[in-house]
């Protein structure tokens, strides 16, 4: 059958601002300003209001934020970092690229990292906690900054899926040492092609940030470290600029969907929903994804796809330590291996119309009403 509701719909995103995009390019283009000009410096500042931290840096993906917050805290060989096992590869890869060993543990019942698997996790050799603000939720920060603080790492967020995403108040990023965030296009702020950025408290970090963006260069061009070529291009910032006037609408949407989808698969019991959007007044989440869990997955998606309902399996159905060939062969996590069995995301996104979102919620509730269980 044709799609009918598509995952995720890159060309709707275009066509509904498509004039004010073109005008922008127009602009910044006219102007020849590419790297590190105004529409960044104008991002950053933003960013920073957004979210409420003191520092922002545009950078080139969110794999290379992690990167360089990891090598900007001096984490390198014989470190350990510990992250949980139900996130995107890059995380334990920037942990990997640093020259750092990455420690996976499991998940709780909300898909965040396990305050309690972490614990056990810790060594002499732990320097970092690096939890993954998943799905546009964030961790209960309480307990992972308590066991820092009871153990001595840092935490370093990353909040690729989360920007405006809060607990008690406070946005994700902007708990630990460092945070990071992804631009890339599907992600809640998207630009048209990678983007990234660090935010951080500590005047330090950002300045050992900055320099490692930026060939280890000073303002005055003098290069006075070791860095690397990692911007975020100015012409993607003034996207970003342009689509943050109505970000505070789409996280909105995202979380009137969120409420439709919950009242309606909440009498289903073999679902396992994410939180409604006003189910715990400790967070403010911001639903990156939705993702559920069946015990029905596999015959529930054909149903769905049969339907025109594109469904997706977020990192192609592994947890980190289940890709073969990444030398976590001996690692079992059981909580994360059955939550992976089960899991999956429904469309969640902006260009969604209440039809489509009742569309979806009927076939959900249609595949259910019949003798599913055969
Ligand atoms: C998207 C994402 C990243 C990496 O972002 P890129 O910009 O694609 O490099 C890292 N972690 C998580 C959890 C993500 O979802």
Not at 44 to 49: A, C, S, T, W, Y
Not at 61 to 90: F, K, P, Q, W
Not at 362 to 368: A, E, I, R
Request: net charge negative; with cysteine.
């Amino acid at each position: 059958m044709k799609v009918k509701v598509p995952f995720f719909n890159y060309p709707a995103l275009f066509k509904v601002k498509e004039k004010e995009i073109m005008d922008t390019l127009h602009d910044v283009m006219s102007r020849g300003a590419y790297i590190l000009q105004r529409d960044l410096e104008e991002f950053e500042e933003k960013i920073k209001e957004l979210i409420g931290v003191k520092h922002v840096l545009g950078v080139a993906d969110g794999t290379n934020a992690l990167m360089l917050c990891l090598r900007a805290a001096g984490v390198g060989h014989g470190d350990e970092v510990i992250l949980t096992s139900h996130t995107y590869i890059a995380t334990a890869a920037s942990v990997h690229f640093v020259g750092a060993t990455p420690v996976l543990v499991e998940c709780g019942v909300d898909h965040m990292i396990d305050p309690k698997s972490v614990e056990s996790a810790i060594t002499d050799k732990t320097r970092v906690i690096m939890p993954t603000q998943l799905n546009g939720r964030t961790c209960d920060m309480d307990a992972l900054q308590a066991i820092a603080d009871k153990h001595g790492p840092v935490i370093i967020e990353d909040a690729a899926q989360a920007l405006s995403s809060m607990y008690k108040g406070k946005c994700a990023g902007t708990f630990g040492l460092a945070g990071t965030f992804s631009f890339y296009p599907a992600k809640l702020l998207g630009c048209f092609g990678d983007g990234g950025a660090v935010v951080t408290n500590d005047d330090n970090m950002a300045k050992r940030v900055a320099l490692l963006r930026d060939h280890g260069r000073n303002e005055e061009g003098v290069v006075v470290t070791w860095g690397t070529n990692c911007r975020l291009d100015n012409i993607q910032a003034a996207i970003l600029n342009l689509k943050l006037k109505t970000f505070d609408k789409d996280i909105a949407r995202r979380r009137e969907i969120a409420s439709i989808y919950h009242q309606a698969f909440k009498g289903i019991a073999d679902l396992t929903l994410p939180p409604a959007p006003d189910e715990n007044e400790r967070h403010f989440d911001v639903y990156q994804n939705y993702e559920i869990e069946s015990g029905h997955r596999d015959d529930l998606r054909d149903f769905l796809e049969e339907h025109g309902v594109r469904t997706i399996i977020q990192w192609a159905g592994n947890a980190v330590h289940q890709f073969k060939g990444l030398g976590f062969d001996n690692i079992k996590l059981p909580v994360t291996e059955k939550m992976t069995s089960r899991f999956f995301m429904l469309p969640m996104h902006t260009a969604l119309s209440d039809e489509d979102v009742g569309y979806v919620c009927d076939c959900v509730k249609d595949f259910y009403s019949t003798d599913y269980t055969d």
